[in-house]
Each structure stands twice: as structure tokens, then as C-alpha cells.
């Protein structure tokens, strides 16, 4: 079981390992050492928990509550691919606009009613 710990700009997490506990630690400006990236766009910020759990398992999180910059950071990366992760309030303004940027793999919308997500799952193949 790991535990996670976040703040602005910093996310650190505790794993256990045979010899104890280690400390990893994420900051905005770490490199990306893998091929992919997942991009997490949300105007709230109360979903540390699963920022933390995708974070364990997923070397890269870039963590993004202003839907310009992430589109300017989405249409910026030429070298890897992304996963993109959105709300639904915010699908309907930013996919229209990233959609077909060729690094763009997949986009995973979360709702809390699928009827909503419907015409944008419909819409955009990715």
C-alpha cells in the first residue's frame, strides 16, 4: 500500500520496498523518460487521490486547471504520445481544438452521467 502527499507544485509519494519505505517526488518540471504521457485537465482541484494512484503507476502526470495552457501543451509535444483526461464540462470546449494533432492518442472523458458524453464520444474518434 503507498501513500501520496501533494501540494501545488510538488507531488511526492512513499512506496514500501523490502528495505523500507523510499520517497518519489513530482514536480512540474520533471523530464519524461517514457513515450507516452498522460495529460489530466480539470478546473477543480479535489481529485488528489487519483492524481496520486495515476501517479504510482504512471510515470508521467502533467496536471493541468487552465484549459489554454493545456491545449498550448498538448499541441506543443512532437516527441511522445498522450493520453488526454477531461472533463466533460470541458470536452465540449478543448477536444474540438486538439482532436487532430497527430501525438494525440487517446481522450478519456469522465462524467458523472454518460448522456452527457454521449455527442462527444460519437463526434471524435479518439
Known amino acids: 500500500m503507498s501513500a501520496c502527499a501533494s501540494s501545488s507544485s510538488t507531488h511526492a ?11 518519489i517526488s513530482f514536480t512540474d518540471d520533471d523530464p519524461n523518460y517514457e513515450n507516452f504521457s498522460l495529460v489530466w485537465l480539470d478546473e477543480k482541484r479535489d481529485h488528489n487521490e487519483i492524481q496520486c494512484q495515476l501517479r ?14 493545456c491545449i498550448k501543451y498538448v499541441l ?5 504520445k498522450i493520453f488526454l483526461i477531461i472533463s466533460d ?3 465540449k ?8 494533432h497527430s501525438q ?15 455527442s462527444s464520444i460519437q463526434i471524435y474518434a479518439k
Do not use: A, W
Request: hydrophobic share 30%; with cysteine.
Open 56 to 69: 504510482c503507476i504512471i510515470n508521467y502526470l502533467k496536471l493541468f486547471h487552465n484549459i489554454e495552457q
Open 76 to 80: 506543443s509535444v512532437t516527441s511522445e
Open 104 to 118: 494525440l492518442e487517446h481522450i478519456y472523458i469522465y462524467c458523472h452521467r454518460r448522456m452527457t458524453c454521449e
Open 13 to 23: 509519494t512513499k512506496k514500501k520496498t523490502r528495505r523500507g519505505s523510499r520517497k
Open 89 to 91: 464540462t470541458l470536452s
Open 93 to 100: 470546449i478543448v477536444i474540438p481544438r486538439v482532436h487532430d
